[in-house]
């Protein structure tokens, strides 16, 4: 009698099945990591959520499936597993290639900030560059300013506003979203963290947060061109549009944090702000307006930092493109225009 073929087959059209002793031949761990970083890659698979490469995606999902740490020795590499634990790692491994789903939400957990945080659809996978700056303390660019508030705009899954919180216990950490869903995740960050200094408000931006003042904010709001998210591989379809789509530009939401943001910061605050590509276009909207783009361990990713008092200085040229941009705005300037809105006299 021959044996039925292993659980992880099922999904895999017949044509295409590897042999069984291709996969009898996976025992260790390194074999399995080996096996899904060259499957991932023959499969052209899309990376960029937490991890850029299949190699790394291939070792989180298998120590995922291992109920393994994520940083297991190397020395552990040669262990071997058992036929129960191959196929747990390699259905996970299916799943990655056929559904295209990106691993941090198979797992349910992405790494920010020397942090773990819960991960699913209600928000972004963590992986902004701004990491780097918590973990150096913000430095230069705070140049030794106290700091006893701080506002994460568009927090998402909550996790700079947590970092922040956690690796700065004396601050006062605020962080909004408009979306219920992604503010309900980002309190069971909060929770699985132990971040008692954070809070979590709902706020379109700005809007919900009139008379609050803070000495840091830090942005990494939607910047995606309406042209690259029509683009986007599958493994973006997971995430919310809403994280993700900015205007024809990518700036739609950038310049109204630009206009807003001297409302909220003390004389002497600081913005920090993520427009990933979008740097270029901003840069020709503002090139007046004085921005240090941060440079990192890779180079510059696209944060820049922005010293209140020159949003004011170049305030009234950055409120004239904001307004432009604004839907409540522009919603209040067509009522005005219309028929119907006029007077009889």
């Given at each position: 009698?021959?044996?039925?073929?292993?659980?992880?087959?099922?999904?895999?059209?017949?044509?295409?099945?590897?042999?069984?002793?291709?996969?009898?031949?996976?025992?260790?761990?390194?074999?399995?990591?080996?096996?899904?970083?060259?499957?991932?890659?023959?499969?052209?698979?899309?990376?960029?959520?937490?991890?850029?490469?299949?190699?790394?995606?291939?070792?989180?999902?298998?120590?995922?499936?291992?109920?393994?740490?994520?940083?297991?020795?190397?020395?552990?590499?040669?262990?071997?597993?058992?036929?129960?634990?191959?196929?747990?790692?390699?259905?996970?491994?299916?799943?990655?290639?056929?559904?295209?789903?990106?691993?941090?939400?198979?797992?349910?957990?992405?790494?920010?900030?020397?942090?773990?945080?819960?991960?699913?659809?209600?928000?972004?996978?963590?992986?902004?560059?701004?990491?780097?700056?918590?973990?150096?303390?913000?430095?230069?660019?705070?140049?030794?300013?106290?700091?006893?508030?701080?506002?994460?705009?568009?927090?998402?899954?909550?996790?700079?506003?947590?970092?922040?919180?956690?690796?700065?216990?004396?601050?006062?950490?605020d962080g909004v979203d408009i979306s219920d869903d992604a503010l309900t995740l980002a309190?069971?960050?909060?929770?699985?963290?132990?971040?008692?200094?954070?809070?979590?408000?709902?706020?379109?931006?700005?809007?919900?947060?009139?008379?609050?003042?803070?000495?840091?904010?830090?942005?990494?709001?939607?910047?995606?061109?309406?042209?690259?998210?029509?683009?986007?591989?599958?493994?973006?379809?997971?995430?919310?549009?809403?994280?993700?789509?900015?205007?024809?530009?990518?700036?739609?939401?950038?310049?109204?944090?630009?206009?807003?943001?001297?409302?909220?910061?003390?004389?002497?605050?600081?913005?920090?702000?993520?427009?990933?590509?979008?740097?270029?276009?901003?840069?020709?909207?503002?090139?007046?307006?004085?921005?240090?783009?941060?440079?990192?361990?890779?180079?510059?990713?696209?944060?820049?930092?922005?010293?209140?008092?020159?949003?004011?200085?170049?305030?009234?040229?950055?409120?004239?493109?904001?307004?432009?941009?604004?839907?409540?705005?522009?919603a209040d300037t067509v009522r005005a225009s219309s028929p119907a809105s006029a007077g009889?006299?």
């Amino acid at each position: 009698m021959i044996p039925a073929p292993p659980l992880y087959f099922a999904a895999i059209p017949h044509h295409e099945r590897p042999r069984a002793d291709m996969t009898d031949e996976l025992q260790t761990i390194i074999d399995l990591i080996r096996y899904g970083a060259s499957r991932f890659n023959a499969a052209g698979l899309t990376f960029g959520h937490s991890y850029d490469n299949a190699l790394d995606e291939a070792t989180q999902l298998t120590l995922h499936a291992l109920h393994l740490p994520h940083d297991l020795s190397p020395v552990y590499g040669q262990s071997r597993v058992t036929l129960a634990e191959k196929e747990d790692v390699l259905k996970l491994f299916l799943r990655r290639i056929e559904e295209r789903i990106p691993a941090a939400y198979l797992t349910g957990e992405a790494w920010f900030a020397s942090l773990s945080f819960k991960t699913d659809a209600r928000a972004l996978v963590p992986r902004s560059p701004i990491a780097e700056l918590i973990e150096s303390g913000f430095e230069p660019w705070l140049g030794g300013r106290e700091v006893r508030r701080a506002l994460d705009l568009c927090t998402g899954s909550g996790c700079i506003a947590i970092a922040m919180a956690h690796h700065n216990p004396e601050w006062h950490v605020d962080g909004v979203d408009i979306s219920d869903d992604a503010l309900t995740l980002a309190g069971e960050n909060k929770v699985r963290l132990h971040a008692e200094n954070a809070r979590f408000l709902n706020s379109d931006l700005f809007a919900g947060l009139q008379g609050e003042h803070y000495d840091l904010i830090v942005t990494n709001p939607p910047y995606v061109t309406n042209a690259e998210t029509d683009a986007l591989p599958k493994e973006y379809s997971f995430e919310p549009e809403l994280g993700l789509r900015a205007g024809d530009d990518g700036l739609d939401l950038t310049l109204r944090i630009l206009r807003d943001a001297p409302l909220h910061l003390t004389e002497d605050g600081l913005l920090i702000c993520e427009v990933g590509e979008s740097e270029r276009a901003l840069s020709r909207l503002l090139p007046e307006l004085p921005l240090a783009w941060v440079e990192f361990r890779v180079g510059q990713m696209g944060v820049f930092v922005a010293e209140c008092r020159d949003l004011m200085t170049y305030h009234v040229r950055i409120r004239q493109l904001a307004d432009a941009r604004d839907p409540v705005l522009r919603a209040d300037t067509v009522r005005a225009s219309s028929p119907a809105s006029a007077g009889l006299f």
